[in-house]
């Protein structure tokens, strides 16, 4: 098993950063399924710790993310057809990623909530400011939709490539 990336084959830590992202991204994102069912059980200040915490964790393992594709130079080749709006469409989701958790913590801002990371607070509450509650709402919101209509022509693109073309493009992220 190779932690690198090869031409054909994501590598180790690029395939468990994948699919852990994948996870905790769509648990922020079905976050009023999970915030209503839990509602009698905890309170919404607690919820928004968990929502907080895992935004945080998607943000810091995109860095991650980051510093590791560099450290690969992209060996991964794309397949040949369609590779530009693959490659658009991979950009999309890296750009929702980067915006997803600070448009989040520019409502908790704004709100004047604190900010927390697991039991670490990084903000502390402060005044509120309307401005950059309504703008990061707005963002936020903005964003989530985008995120499940890409992940939606993302997966169906995955889907394609598998049953349709035929290729091996599944494969080298499983
Ligand atoms: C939920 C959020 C998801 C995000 C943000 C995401 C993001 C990405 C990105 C950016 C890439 C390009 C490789 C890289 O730079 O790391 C990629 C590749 C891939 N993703 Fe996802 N993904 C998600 C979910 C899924 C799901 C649910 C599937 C299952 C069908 C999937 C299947 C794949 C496959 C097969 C590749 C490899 C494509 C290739 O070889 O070029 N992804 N994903
Ligand atoms: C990548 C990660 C994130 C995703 C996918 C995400 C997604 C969402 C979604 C779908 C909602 C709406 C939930 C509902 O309608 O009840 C929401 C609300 C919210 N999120 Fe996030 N979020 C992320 C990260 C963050 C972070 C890091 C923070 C703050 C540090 C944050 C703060 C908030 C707040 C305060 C709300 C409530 C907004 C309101 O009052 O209308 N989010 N988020």
């Known amino acids: 098993m190779s932690m690198m990336d090869a031409e054909n ?6 395939r468990a950063l994948h699919w852990s992202m ?9 976050s009023e399924v999970w915030f209503e069912a839990l509602e009698h059980s905890r309170s919404e200040a607690d919820l928004m710790v968990w929502h907080q915490t895992l935004g945080i ?27 530009r709006v693959a490659r658009l469409g991979h950009f999309v989701l890296y750009g929702l990623m980067v915006f997803m958790p600070l448009s989040g913590v520019a409502v908790s801002l704004g709100e ?7 039991g670490w607070m990084i903000f502390t509450p402060g005044p509120e400011t309307e401005w950059l509650e309504e703008v990061g709402e707005d963002l936020h919101e903005a964003l ?5 209509i ?18 091996r493009v599944m494969k080298r992220m499983a």
């Open 150 to 167: 890409m992940i939606g022509l993302h997966v169906a693109a995955a889907l394609v490539h598998q049953y349709w073309l035929g290729d």
């Open 112 to 118: 004047g909530d604190p900010v927390s990371f697991f």
């Open 57 to 83: 964790a998607v943000f810091g393992l995109l860095l991650i993310r980051i510093a590791w594709r560099w450290l690969n130079h992209s060996k991964i080749s794309l397949p040949e057809n369609w590779a």
């Open 22 to 30: 994948a996870i905790l991204l769509l648990v922020n994102l079905s």
């Open 144 to 148: 989530a939709t985008g995120f499940w």
């Open 9 to 14: 084959r994501y590598g180790a830590v690029s």
